[in-house]
């Protein structure tokens, strides 16, 4: 599929894969496309950063290629490796059969057949599809080292390998970073992408977004559990529910064909929207009726 030509196409788009998509977010989406830009993303876990990267490789019929960030992530991780049992096994090999150039050896010991692509360097590669979508999921994990190698990443679309030389994306990836901002990332990688804050959805939005992922769910449970998700974020807890919980939620009540919500529901099920044992402590006893019934109450009619 060719990319939008608009903000709304945007939204069509990944509405079309259960992807509720505000005017803001749509538009930092489209003009990261056309301008080939990198996409950063900011916001709570849960929210959705990492699924509109999901979607957008769908809706565009691309590859999607995920470089998941962790603690000690380094260059060779994300780019490449050799492939050193199979480097090992061809040098003992050629040793055994006797009379090996040993130049020759070498050249092939580094060469594309012992390679193993890591996703960095997989998003360089030219695909028949078009250029493949690259997400970079929770960069606030890794250090700032890593950072640092990915600014030629970013600003050049090129990654180097000593043994084989610099190689170049003929067609640069649509990439998007990802960051749940458990630390602040460098300025200098911000500023080669364009930003935004995913914050949590409005109600209207978050039932839109309900309706979309478990459209299973009546109107009047949809409203409930959105209703009691968004008074339990304004509580004093160590892990607010995202959207990901919401529709987590929902879905566990329609296995247990719940109809309406109510505390001993509750009670059961919190461990589909908390993900603390402190947190589900703190809505024992009435805390989770008194929240159910703010929720209730602001549902009614003014």
């Known amino acids: 599929m060719a990319g939008p030509t608009s903000i709304e196409d945007v939204q069509s788009m990944l509405a079309a894969q259960g992807y509720v998509c505000g005017r803001a977010l749509a ?169 935004h804050w995913v914050d949590y959805p409005n109600f209207d939005r978050e039932v839109e977004i309900l309706h979309a992922r478990a459209p299973e769910a009546s109107e009047a449970l949809s409203r409930e559990v959105v209703a009691f998700v968004q008074h339990l974020r304004t509580e004093d807890l160590f892990k607010k529910p995202g959207v990901a919980e919401t529709i987590d939620w929902a879905k566990c009540l329609l296995a247990l064909d719940v109809i309406n919500l109510s505390p001993e529901v509750i009670a059961d099920t919190l461990g589909a929207i908390l993900k603390y044992q402190d947190d589900i402590a703190k809505l024992q006893n009435s805390e989770a009726t008194r929240i159910l019934d703010q929720a209730k109450a602001s549902l009614e009619p003014a």
């Open 27 to 195: 538009t930092v989406v489209f003009l990261s496309m056309r301008l080939g830009r990198p996409l950063f993303l900011e916001g709570e876990a849960g929210v959705g950063k990492t699924e509109i990267a999901k979607s957008m490789a769908a809706a565009l019929g691309r590859r999607l290629i995920r470089l998941q960030c962790y603690e000690g992530l380094d260059a060779s991780s994300a780019v490449y490796e050799w492939n050193f049992p199979a480097q090992m096994v061809a040098i003992r090999t050629a040793e055994a059969a006797g009379g090996a150039d040993r130049d020759s050896l070498a050249r092939d010991l580094f060469g594309s057949d012992y390679l193993i692509e890591r996703p960095l360097l997989e998003a360089m590669r030219p695909d028949e599809a078009g250029a493949p979508v690259l997400l970079i999921d929770e960069l606030d994990r890794t250090d700032e080292p890593f950072e640092a190698f990915l600014l030629e990443a970013l600003s050049d679309f090129q990654v180097t390998i000593p043994e084989l030389g610099t190689i170049k994306a003929t067609e640069p990836p649509i990439v998007i970073l990802t960051s749940n901002r458990t630390r602040e990332v460098h300025d200098a990688l911000k500023r080669r992408c364009l930003y």
